[in-house]
């Protein structure tokens, strides 16, 4: 049963780079995706971020052809102080967000774009991707920063390319999932797999791996969680918002006060005030939001956004 009050869609995953600019032209030239808002790069309270300093950096918000109001952006966050540090995690089994997924008619085109914008070709494999039935080829990547891209061809998708999932790897996946579903995900489908078919350039291909498409009331943008029965997932999400890499996904909610009132706190844990955050430069002006930890210390971002504002698939 679904609670209008619970997180209804994806607003966007945030990911952390040392240049903006050269990471939309990437994204423009290897995957057609565009810049359709930005914010004004101004300095700022970091109590947003639960950092005790001035920050100060912006965010370019990506699109497929959709555009917004309909898809789950990528907002690419370029810090200038603090400045972006770290590396992105080494292995599929490390916890946390790992890849962002794209779907296309044909992966052999795909590669050609990536190739050419600047991407690393990580494998190939023929054959249908994990939980996407309806396809034939999967190409994994990585852009300049070293995010992983998995790229999935269904030879009778109409158009090139779209937005479709997220994928992170969890500590305890039955804890993850009762998190999402606390939230407001439904679980979609899950399957037993290996390593391998996760990634074809896998280190230990034969790792067992049981997946969980995790879906959201009002979008079919889909988060997909990974887990590892033999124990094999290790380590912890990045804590630091700074942190290079996929750092948090962000959710909208009707109203978060009414949103955190059907959530348990035995699950989500204890509710913080909402924080107004200021979004100079764009149409929004700002909007109140609150942060979360998955399990697993992955931030979740609950946003104040009205269904209404949003238009359904094929609008």
């Known amino acids: 049963m679904t609670n209008n009050d619970l997180a209804r869609r994806f607003l966007h995953t945030n990911l952390n780079c040392t240049d903006t600019a050269a990471a939309a032209e990437f994204y423009a ?4 995706l565009s810049c359709r808002m930005r914010t004004e790069a101004q300095p700022g309270p970091g109590t947003l971020f639960g950092m005790d300093q001035t920050i100060h950096n912006d965010a370019w918000f990506l699109y497929d052809d959709r555009g917004p109001r309909r898809i789950c952006a990528i907002e690419l966050l370029d810090w200038y102080d603090p400045v972006v540090y770290g590396e992105v995690y080494p292995d599929l089994d490390h916890v946390g ?5 794209f779907v296309v008619t044909s992966t052999t085109d795909a590669e050609r774009a990536l190739v050419a914008a600047g991407a690393t070709i990580r494998s190939h494999r023929v054959g249908p991707a994990v939980l996407q039935p309806d396809s034939t080829r999967v190409l994994i990547a990585e852009d300049p920063n070293g995010i992983g ?29 009762q998190f999402y579903r606390a939230i407001g995900f439904n679980e979609v489908e899950r399957v037993d797999t290996t390593a391998a078919d996760i990634d074809a350039a896998a280190v230990a291909p034969e790792q067992p791996v049981i997946a969980v498409k995790m879906q959201l009331p009002d979008h079919d943008y889909a988060l997909v969680l990974l887990g590892w029965p033999q124990g094999d997932a290790h380590g912890q999400a990045y804590q630091e918002a700074n942190h290079r890499g996929l750092f948090r996904m962000a959710l909208s909610v009707d109203t978060i006060t009414a949103a955190r009132a059907e959530m348990d706190p035995s699950i989500i844990g204890a ?42 698939a094929g609008e």
Request: aromatic share 4%; with cysteine.
């Open 97 to 101: 967000l790992h890849r962002l997924g």
């Open 149 to 177: 891209i998995e790229v999935i061809e269904v030879p009778t998708h109409d158009t090139d390319p779209r937005s479709s999932r997220i994928t992170a790897t969890c500590s305890d996946l039955e804890r993850s999932v």
């Open 29 to 32: 030239d290897a995957l057609g």
């Open 271 to 312: 509710a913080d005030e909402p924080i107004w955050c200021e979004m100079p430069g764009t149409p929004l002006g700002g909007l109140f939001v609150q942060f979360l930890k998955d399990p697993d210390g992955v931030t979740v971002e609950l946003v104040e956004r009205a269904r209404s504002e949003f238009k359904a």
